[in-house]
């Protein structure tokens, strides 16, 4: 259950694919024009309903929750070894 | 299309200038041409009163600092008495961490002075972050429209660091699917909430930049007794060049020789929802670097204020691997970590200043912001993730979205020169049919900064 007033992000679709600008590559051509964004439920729902939402802007829109209370999930990614590598070599040229 | 779409996108003139508060009309000639200077000086702002604006707000005199243990590396690879010595701006002093927060200075006083209640910034860019920065302080509501992921929901992690720093500032940030289509939503909320567009290409968000070319010319000359020979410029939109270099010219380098450099991305389609995930740029390059020179008012507002070719003497790109080893190289020589996208003119500059005697000076003019996403580390472990593999070799083999090739050492990392000439060609290719004027001649010769004669035998 998602209580009215709780923060989410919702998702929804701009443009069908028949909708879209015609001057577009296949591939982006066929798949729908989609929105994120996030705000407070004005209703009570569950995750994946439809609902409408308030935005840090104050407007209302309407789109269907993907995530209840949505963290920040960017990082520094995993262990690179090439980036090592590259700082071991940039040393080793500097000095040599 | 869809009749929303339609009509919405034949109420675009009208919603602009609601939403700019410029009777772009009035600056038209007859012909292909308008008054692009008149549009430039006619806002009310001088460069005095664009610094005053600035450093009330935490803008600009950002540090010079010269990169002596870079120098002394690309001297290394250099002929005997070449190598010249190389600056760096540090602009990611600035609020909001890049020079972007002078642009959103300027376009943020403008909203707050014509009685706007909030600002809308389309970019994935450091722009966001420093228009909500700006509106932040001045009291201004924002929101930022992002291009950010595509069809299967995944991100590039730059983007989404950059949704968070707007968000901690305040705004709201819209994110949007992969297309050119984000132009018609970002037309829909000008039109719904009736903020001000700060667009990165109005006369404010150029403008803003010229303190830039004001700062270098004048402490480079206070350190050395002269103007800089050579200022690498990152390129993208175009706003960057054209404002560095008018505020250059204005303080009297007009000298100095303005080289712009992009980020190779040759054979990758902005607008593809497949090749999105594949770049490990998202700005500074070459998708956006060549079709805004060649046809800079593609942009937001009916004629764009960055108009690139006016000012360029030299255009250069550089490979992803290459920017990437620069990145890496300024955190290790010099104790500088910076955004990888912000070195773009850097690891042009390393090789440029090889070709240049060391007497000279080069100065890179800009630096970016660095953090979570927006990184060397989650960038390359993201391309990876994207079948995009890394090697060591010689980066002007590297395929983008294929492979990211760093040089194998420092005396590998060069740059590709383009061709003015190809690029002039290109922006008069859609006049080839039309019969020009003296007039039109006359701007034609301004936009590409060549004679007549030149734009004769282009044509």
């Not at chain 2, 549009?39 to 005199?61: A, C, K, P």
């Not at chain 2, 104790?335 to 070709?355: D, H, I, K, Y």
């Amino acid at each position: 259950m998602i209580n009215k007033g709780s923060y989410v992000r919702i998702r929804k679709t701009l443009l069908q694919p028949d909708e879209r600008s015609s001057n577009l590559p296949e591939e982006t051509k066929k798949v729908p024009y989609k929105m994120w964004i996030k705000g407070y439920t004005l209703e009570d729902g569950e995750l994946f309903d439809i609902a409408e939402i308030k935005t840090i802007d104050g407007r209302i829109v309407k789109g269907r929750i993907k995530e209840h209370n949505p963290a920040y999930k960017h990082n520094y990614g995993d262990f690179v070894p090439e980036a090592l590598e590259l700082r071991n070599r940039i040393k080793g040229d500097f000095h040599e | 299309m869809s009749n929303a779409y339609d009509t919405l996108m034949a109420r675009k003139a009208e919603i602009m200038k609601k939403s700019v508060g410029i009777d772009y009309s009035i600056y038209e000639y007859e012909g292909i041409g308008f008054d692009f200077e008149k549009l430039m000086s006619d806002q009310g702002y001088t460069i005095e009163s664009i610094r005053e604006i600035q450093l009330e707000n935490m803008v600009g005199n950002t540090p010079l600092v010269e990169l002596k243990n870079i120098t002394a590396y690309a001297r290394k690879f250099a002929k005997k008495g070449y190598g010249a010595r190389i600056f760096l701006k540090d602009e990611a002093a600035n609020l909001s961490g890049s020079f972007k927060a002078r642009r959103a200075a300027l376009a943020v006083h403008q909203a707050k002075k014509l009685g706007y209640k909030g600002v809308i910034a389309a970019t994935s860019g450091n722009y966001g972050a420093a228009v909500a920065a700006l509106a932040a302080k001045a009291g201004l509501k924002c929101i930022i429209v992002q291009e950010c992921f595509d069809s299967k929901n995944v991100s590039q992690p730059e983007i989404l660091e950059k949704a968070r720093k707007c968000e901690a500032y305040g705004a709201e940030v819209v994110q949007l699917s992969v297309g050119p289509e984000l132009f018609y939503y970002f037309l829909k909320l000008l039109d719904e909430t009736g903020y001000f567009n700060a667009s990165l290409y109005s006369p404010y968000g150029i403008r803003g930049i010229e303190t830039l070319g004001h700062e270098i010319a004048e402490e480079i000359m206070a350190k050395e007794g002269k103007y800089p020979e050579a200022v690498g410029v990152t390129n993208a939109g175009g706003g960057n060049l054209t404002g560095t270099a008018r505020g250059l010219k204005d303080a009297g380098a007009i000298n100095t020789k303005i080289i712009a450099a992009s980020v190779d991305l040759t054979g990758l389609h902005m607008a593809s929802d497949t090749d999105f995930n594949k770049k490990s740029f998202t700005t500074g390059h070459t998708g956006f670097g060549i079709p805004f020179s060649t046809y800079p008012d593609r942009s937001d507002v009916p004629r764009s204020a960055g108009r690139p070719l006016r000012y360029m003497d030299q255009y250069v790109v550089v490979n992803q691997g290459s920017v990437f080893y620069m990145t890496e190289s300024l955190a290790l020589l010099e104790g500088m970590e910076r955004g990888p996208a912000g070195n773009t003119s850097l690891a042009a500059a390393f090789s440029l200043a090889q070709t240049m005697k060391e007497n000279e000076i080069i100065v890179v003019q800009e630096t970016e912001y660095t953090g979570a996403g927006k990184h060397l580390l989650p960038q390359l472990s993201f391309a990876k993730k994207n079948g995009v593999e890394l090697l060591f070799g010689n980066p002007l083999d590297e395929v983008p979205g294929k492979n990211i090739i760093f040089p194998e050492n420092g005396g590998l990392l060069q740059h590709r020169e383009l061709n003015m000439d190809d690029l002039r060609r290109s922006y008069l290719k859609r006049y080839k049919e039309v019969t020009l004027t003296e007039e039109d001649y006359q701007f034609l010769c301004d936009e590409l900064n060549v004679a007549k004669e030149k734009i004769l035998e282009l044509l």
